[in-house]
């Protein structure tokens, strides 16, 4: 049936909707949010710039046990990159050869204490010039580390905001739907754009549920009709 026949009328059709969609989902073989585990391959795939590095980096974190401190240390830098505005300069500076940044980062880090993987990770970048694209990079990477951790981060866009009650029956439901030892990250946004109703991101899935892609659904499909 067109998706704005589905009946949804509140809060808890949109909670028991989502549910019922996910295991649809799930019986019709679609990928599930894989944890990790000792295996090297990455939990998830990321594409671009920054997932074909974070894939690269996390299979040699992995195989060096290190992939929880690369992701803290890395975190560190990007933090450090919004604060120090030498550091800033030295990752962006478009003037400062690629040899010359390398050996930059190479004395800036070689004593500091950051763990090998992570130093030879960042000469790399200087290498590649690829340093201006640092925090996109980390980015991508914590996701992979959040996935081998086991989180399955979830964003829920409402109209408003819901009640602690309904926030519990919603985390319930998603939670039904990860595997063993995973756990979910709840992160819920307010956008009054979307009318109500109720828009669930997922791992990989996008489920919509708002009215506003309800009355879009309808206008596409009244126009194809009268075609």
């Known amino acids: 049936m067109p998706f704005f026949e589905i009946p949804v009328t509140n809060f808890w059709d949109c909670v028991e ?24 391959q990455p939990p998830i795939q990321l594409f671009g710039v920054g997932g074909r590095y974070a894939h690269a980096l996390f299979n040699v974190a992995q195989k060096e046990n290190a992939v929880d401190r690369v992701n803290d240390e890395l975190a560190q830098l990007t933090a450090l ?16 050869g690629k040899g010359e940044k390398k050996k930059l980062v190479t004395k800036l880090f070689e004593k500091s204490g950051v763990h090998q993987t992570t130093l030879h990770f960042l000469e ?10 640092l925090n996109t990079i980390v980015a991508s990477y914590g996701q992979l580390v959040d996935a081998f951790n086991g989180e399955v981060k979830a964003t829920v866009t409402t ?16 939670s039904k739907h990860l595997e063993k030892g995973q756990h979910l990250v709840l992160d819920m946004k307010v956008d009054p754009k979307i009318i109500g109703g109720i828009v669930v991101d997922l791992g990989d899935k996008m489920l919509d549920l708002s009215v506003s892609s309800r009355i879009d659904s309808i206008r596409n499909y009244i126009q194809n009709y009268t075609l």
Request: charged share 25%; proline share 5%; net charge positive.
């Open 17 to 40: 909707a989502v549910n019922v969609m996910l295991r649809r989902l799930a019986l019709a073989g679609g990928r599930r949010w894989a944890s990790g585990g000792a295996v090297a």
């Open 81 to 96: 990159s919004r604060s120090n505005e030498n550091f800033n300069v030295l990752l962006n500076d478009p003037t400062v």
């Open 124 to 133: 790399t970048l200087a290498e590649n010039g690829r340093l201006p694209d």
């Open 159 to 174: 109209a408003k905001p819901i009640t602690d009650q309904e926030r519990k029956s919603l985390q319930d439901v998603l």
